[in-house]
Each structure stands twice: as structure tokens, then as C-alpha cells.
């Protein structure tokens, strides 16, 4: 069996293993692409072993990329519905296929924060793991925007996406944290500073 690099899980050979896999973690899961689940459970697995509390329910949808959230959406791997309280997966082929590449290209730009494959999934699920902790703050700092000196600091360490708002703000400082990158002093003050009312 193949073993995924990031974890001790095995990788699965089949979909329906991959439910399992997913499902003995206590996770409730719709799969329906092999390699993307081996990516979804490596995440779920490197979440358990960090003695967080894990998502309820993933939901593979590529249709709702496409028809559900908007035209921004489609060329994002993840999202968290916050109406549903998923996280969805894209499963479209093309984009998970050039996924690396995408990454990459959005790191250079300083569109995104996130540096490999494997992140996308942490960035969706520290939205969920914050809207479960207090829906209200949430809410409230998703509306939240940056003055002018913050957002600066932010484009100059993290990436334009980081400073749309303080909660994906704290998405993207957050997997940069799960994967223990080394953070800007004033970015991390910054993020304390704002989780400390959660």
C-alpha cells in the first residue's frame, strides 16, 4: 500500500475504504474521487493527532462549486458552508490535477498564505473549527475589515487573501501555525490579539 507522506494512515485502495477510514475517525463523509480522499483523510488524521476536534461531516460536490457559492468559488479545492456547517470538497479533475502548480502561483502573487496541497484542507477546516466555537464572533469578524497599517502588514507577510477579513485572516495564520511555519512577530501579536475574544 501506498503511505501518505504527512501521516501514519495508509493510503486506500478503494472509496468505499476511504469512507471507512474516515468514518472509524467519526467523521461522516460523501467521497467520491480515490486520490482526493487519500489527501482529505491525510488532513482529517494530522487534525486527530493534534487532539483537535475533527469536522462532523466532508462533502465532495463539485456541482456546488460551480452552481452554489459563485463564480469565485470554482477554483477553490475547499469551502466551509456555514449554513450546513460542512466542509466541501471540489473534486474537479483539472483543478486538483494542477493544484500544485496553482498553489504556487498563488504563493508568488501573494494571493494565498498556503504553501502545499495538503493545506487547502486545514485552511476550511480552521473556519469551522472557529464558527463551532462561537458562531457570533464569527460572524462578526467576517465582517470585520483591517485598517490600513494592519493590511499592510499583512500583504507584506502574509498574502492579499489573509487581509480580506479577519476570518480568513486567521484561516490562513492558522495552517501556517498547524504545519509550524515560522510567523512574523507582528503577525502573530496580530492573530492573538484578534482570537483572544473567541
Do not use: C
Request: glycine residues 2%.
Amino acid at each position: 500500500m501506498e503511505e501518505n507522506l504527512l501521516s501514519p494512515i495508509k493510503a486506500a485502495k478503494t472509496i468505499k475504504e476511504a469512507e471507512s477510514i474516515a468514518n472509524k475517525m467519526g467523521v461522516d463523509v460523501v467521497y467520491n474521487d480515490l486520490k482526493v480522499s487519500n489527501y482529505v483523510n491525510e488532513a482529517l488524521e494530522l487534525i486527530k493527532n493534534k487532539k483537535e476536534v475533527l469536522p462532523k461531516k466532508v462533502v465532495f460536490d463539485v456541482n456546488i462549486f460551480k452552481k452554489g457559492f459563485g463564480k469565485k468559488y470554482i477554483i477553490f479545492p475547499a469551502a466551509f458552508h456555514k449554513e450546513d456547517n460542512f466542509i466541501y470538497i471540489n473534486t474537479d479533475a483539472e483543478l486538483f490535477e494542477n493544484l500544485n502548480n496553482k498553489i504556487i502561483k498563488m504563493k508568488i502573487d501573494k494571493m494565498w498564505s498556503t504553501r502545499e496541497k495538503s493545506h487547502f484542507f486545514i485552511h476550511e477546516y480552521s473556519h469551522y473549527k472557529w464558527f463551532n466555537k462561537n458562531k457570533d464572533i464569527y460572524l462578526k469578524l467576517e465582517k470585520e475589515n483591517f485598517t490600513d497599517k494592519e493590511q499592510k502588514l499583512i500583504l507584506d507577510n502574509l498574502s492579499s487573501y489573509a487581509a480580506e477579513n479577519k476570518i480568513e485572516f486567521i484561516a490562513e495564520v492558522d495552517t501556517l501555525i498547524f504545519f509550524n511555519y515560522i510567523i512574523d512577530k507582528k503577525i502573530k501579536d496580530l492573530y492573538i490579539n484578534i482570537i483572544k475574544d473567541f
